[in-house]
Antibody
Framework: EVQLVQSGAEVKKPGESLKISCKGS????????IGWVRQMPGKGLEWMGIIYPGDSDTRYSPSFQGQVTISADKSISTAYLQWSSLKASDTAMYYC??????????????????WGQGTTVTVSS | DIQMTQSPSSLSASVGDRVTITCRAS??????LNWYQQKPGKAPKLLIY???SLQSGVPSRFSGSGSGTDFTLTISSLQPEDFATYYC?????????FGPGTKVDIK
């Protein structure tokens, strides 16, 4: 079974650092991009960035560039999202998801077909 | 950046109703449009990719259409398990912007 399993809920104080994880199994982890998506309480989905574990090529949304770091360790099929100094506004649910490429009419499309269960991050003094 | 809008932001419907949700991109994205369903406390689920292709395992009552800037998600006969929030997402650019969501609840 293809799955992504995320690390557990975190409660942190402002200014603390944090690294959450997303472990893939049941497929070739190095052959698919992994994306991170933020969902603030009661709000919609926000695309944060993606990483290709095969070569660690990483792309960030301008909104999150410099605010978080996305990385991966292909030897253990795990992607990471980390903060060096958390803010209260980082309180949210964070999802990782696999980007699958689909071929249709000689074009290539992608969709996020497998999602982790989400990691809740609470930042409060 | 490509901006995505959805309408309506919410709607109330009954079981058996035909429901249509609209998504608009700020520039042409060809058919690079996905639809997701999210239920409370759960991760999103991919329903439609490439504007109109049904993801494996998704019921055929879901369909998508459109190209360029205007897209629709249609649920032909709303079922109890379909009450959820629906998001569109453009996959034209690396920055895969999501729409703000449409909440479908019970009338």
């Amino acid at each position: 079974e293809v799955q992504l399993v995320q690390s557990g809920a975190e409660v942190k104080k402002p200014g603390e650092s944090l690294k959450i994880s997303c472990k893939g199994s049941g497929y070739s982890f190095t052959s698919y991009w992994i994306g991170w998506v933020r969902q603030m309480p009661g709000k919609g989905l926000e695309w944060m960035g993606i990483i290709y574990p095969g070569d660690s090529d990483t792309r960030y949304s301008p909104s999150f560039q410099g605010q978080v770091t996305i990385s991966a360790d292909k030897s253990i099929s795990t992607a990471y999202l980390q903060w060096s100094s958390l803010k209260a506004s980082d309180t949210a649910m964070y999802y990782c998801a696999r980007l699958r490429e689909y071929s249709s009419s000689s074009h290539y499309y992608y969709g996020m077909d497998v999602w982790g269960q989400g990691t809740t991050v609470t930042v409060s003094s | 950046d490509i901006q995505m809008t959805q309408s309506p932001s919410s709607l109330s419907a009954s079981v058996g109703d035909r429901v249509t949700i609209t998504c608009r991109a700020s520039q042409s994205i060809s058919s690079y449009l996905n639809w997701y369903q999210q239920k409370p406390g759960k991760a999103p689920k991919l329903l439609i990719y490439a504007a109109s292709s049904l993801q494996s395992g998704v019921p055929s009552r879901f369909s998508g259409s459109g190209s360029g800037t205007d897209f629709t998600l249609t649920i032909s006969s709303l079922q109890p398990e379909d009450f959820a929030t629906y998001y569109c997402q453009q996959s034209y650019s690396t920055l895969g912007t999501f729409g703000p969501g449409t909440k479908v609840d019970i009338k």
